[in-house]
């Protein structure tokens, strides 16, 4: 009898691990972040009903919203090369701001770079002085390589998620990195890490090198479902006040956005675009314009 129920299972067994990997497959947790248009303040009270989606023409089932799900780990990348020299303190600056809104139980690390990373300080309990070692950062290399490092940031993790975000500070210039945009995109795809970015742009004296970073990295932002910001070199370095407050915009988009649980009709054998948009539509929000932030490709699995 027991060798007959040993045999029932070992036989069970495959169907079983192929039912479970089809489920982790079909049923995906994602997040979107939902803003008004003017003011870009976060918009809320949302539920599961107030979404729909869509992926080779068939519908995505949303089955869960839940709102103001804390991400488990941010990093912080500060951008120290050439080209962002005279604006450090503003930098500093933002990156304080940024970090000081998120929640104690976020694990929260800041990586100062240029060519390569220079240093890597966890976020301690105290979130005003987390930055005090990166004024004393002496950047060894005036290039820049935003795409080795966003690598390098996930590959450390191990086990990234869409939980799981890192946020830029950078003119966006890259001029250094072996890894092409291309290969970043696919693992952001992969990962699901959401990637918010503050990017200084010197309108005078912009090279091709910064304005292609910006647009490289603006489109990277789109593609992770996060929100972007493009302040001007000058403002950037006299408006320390004004960091304060438009840096929150970001921060907003990271600890008030939703966690939907979607489930596929299908499973997908490569990365697929897919549609989300909003339905019922609460009274409060009829009459106000928004934007709606989330992945713009589904990763592929192989069950």
Not at 17 to 43: G, H, M, N, P
Not at 172 to 192: P, Y
Request: one cysteine or more.
């Amino acid at each position: 009898m027991r060798c007959a129920l040993v045999a029932l299972l070992l036989n069970l067994s495959p169907s079983l691990v192929f039912s479970q990997a089809e489920d982790a497959c079909l049923t995906r947790r994602i997040f979107v972040y939902l803003r008004d248009s003017k003011d870009r303040t976060a918009l809320v009270h949302l539920e599961a009903k107030n979404f729909s989606g869509q992926v080779n023409r068939r519908p995505v089932e949303i089955r869960v919203a839940e709102p103001w799900v804390q991400p488990r780990r941010v990093a912080i990348l500060l951008d120290v090369s050439g080209s962002m020299k005279e604006v450090t303190e503003a930098v500093i600056v933002a990156a304080r701001s940024f970090a000081g809104q998120l929640n104690s139980s976020t694990s929260c690390e800041v990586v100062i770079f240029d060519q390569q990373i220079e240093a890597r300080t966890e976020c301690s309990a105290d979130r005003a002085a987390l930055l005090a070692d990166a004024r004393n950062v002496k950047p060894k290399h005036g290039r820049t390589a935003i795409y080795d490092v966003i690598s390098e940031v996930i590959n450390h993790w191990g086990d990234a998620s869409s939980n799981d975000v890192i946020f830029l500070i950078s003119d966006g210039g890259d001029n250094a990195s072996k890894i092409k945009i291309e290969e970043i995109s696919r693992l952001v795809i992969k990962t699901g890490v959401r990637m918010p970015a503050l990017l200084v742009e010197d309108s005078r004296i912009a090279s091709q090198e910064e304005d292609e970073g910006k647009a490289n990295v603006g489109a990277l932002c789109n593609e992770s479902g996060a929100d972007f910001l493009v302040i001007d070199k000058a403002e950037f370095k006299s408006n320390l006040k004004g960091i304060v407050y438009d840096t929150p915009v970001l921060t907003n988009a990271v600890i008030n956005s939703y966690r939907l649980t979607i489930h596929l009709p299908e499973p997908l054998h490569q990365a697929k675009s897919w549609a989300l948009k909003l339905e019922n539509i609460p009274p409060e929000l009829k009459n106000r314009k928004y934007k709606l932030f989330y992945p713009q490709k589904l990763a592929a699995c192989n069950p």
